[in-house]
């Protein structure tokens, strides 16, 4: 099991990726692929839009279920990848800002997690990490 700080630093690391893949994803910014359903249909914008608007969902539930209240939510732009690489830019210093307080023993703590049903912390930031993941993959594939 990662800790806290492993998780963490995973986070950090993504969100650099996703910097470094916005980038790659400015040709194409808006253009859908030509094939896929679902999520695979999206457009890089559409795919930035989702995956920081997620890292904040996430971190809004693992917040709550450390006791905290509930975050306001952020507006994210993503005009451009300039625009979304600032979004994203913000919005890891207000995630960094909840989840630098996350200890081992939150790990196991529980939130509802609306249509995901109950999910713990440790279940929540694996979740971000993965997914970030496949989304930092899905910008790169779009910009090739």
Known sequence: MPT????RANITENRAELHAALHGAHQKWEQSPLSGEGEESWAPKKVAEHAIGA???FTNAISQACGAPALERPSIDVSTPAAAAASLSRMGVTCDNILRHVSDT???KKFEVGNLGSRGVEE??????SHARDHINQLRTASS
Do not use: N, R
Not at 124 to 129: C, F, G, Q
């Open 4 to 7: 806290p700080k492993e998780f």
């Open 55 to 57: 890292e904040w969902f």
């Open 106 to 108: 939150d790990l196991a």
């Open 124 to 129: 929540m930031l694996t979740i971000m990490d």
